[in-house]
């Protein structure tokens, strides 16, 4: 199989979700979320959100492939996993790479409405992003920050995602809907300590370049 259709499917997932991770973000939840992910041309995805102060993992499974992101905003490295290969690509991210000027045209309206997901109490948010599109959120308040609702590189989240994050506070979707559809679900949250080492690309794996940034494949 290449090792570029991780890539095409991860790029999907990141769509199907928000944005990217945080340069800068920290959680103050330690644990184990789990999504399942649909509305999208992969069709439905399950996807493990782990997270440990400032260390990101994202562990992925769809159309029977797994593969997992990990991201550090310490040393703001990216590296996104393919365990079948024994292979893992490796990026910097530039905190400070891009300016968007979308930041602070997005909106937020708390709409007091509140359901229990996964045994946690969330608010339903909808939120208009720079270009019009909008989404219905439903946010917790005691699971910390998401990372990828948290500003990107250069204070940026995702394509047209506007500046709305910082309005939302510490918060965490357990449900995010678009269209009346639900795009991603939270189905179980697991408090827990993790070891350093689930964050970090096992011993062995064969680091392999970008497609598409002149280091083969």
């Not at 990990?70 to 393919?82: C, E, F, G, K, S």
């Not at 509140?114 to 699971?143: F, M, N, Y």
């Not at 949250?189 to 970008?210: I, T, W």
Request: with cysteine; aromatic share 6%.
């Amino acid at each position: 199989m290449s090792p570029r259709i991780p890539f095409a499917l991860a790029a999907a997932v990141a769509v199907a979700a928000t944005a990217p991770p945080a340069a800068t973000a920290q959680s103050t939840f330690e644990g184990v979320v789990t999504f399942q992910m649909g509305n999208g041309p992969l069709g439905p995805q399950t996807m493990r959100y782990s997270v440990k102060g400032k260390k990101l993992r994202m562990d992925i499974s769809a159309q029977g492939m797994d593969f997992y992101e990990l991201y550090d905003a310490a040393t703001q490295t990216q590296d996104m996993v393919i365990p079948m290969r024994r292979m893992y690509t490796e990026r910097k991210v530039d905190a400070a790479a891009v300016v968007d000027s979308t930041v602070g045209k997005g909106k937020v309206k708390w709409t007091g409405k509140k359901e229990t997901i996964a045994g946690h109490e969330c608010e339903h948010a909808d939120i208009t992003v720079a270009d019009g599109s909008t989404a219905d959120l439903c946010l917790a308040r005691d699971l910390g920050a998401f990372l990828w609702l948290q500003r990107g590189p250069g204070g940026r989240g995702g394509p047209g995602m506007g500046g709305w994050q910082d309005q939302i506070g510490q918060t965490f979707p357990l449900k995010v809907m678009r269209d009346g559809k639900v795009v991603l679900l939270a189905t179980h949250v697991e408090k827990k300590a993790l070891a350093d080492s689930v964050f970090a690309v096992p011993a062995g794996y064969q680091k392999m370049g970008m497609p598409g940034r002149g280091g083969g494949r």
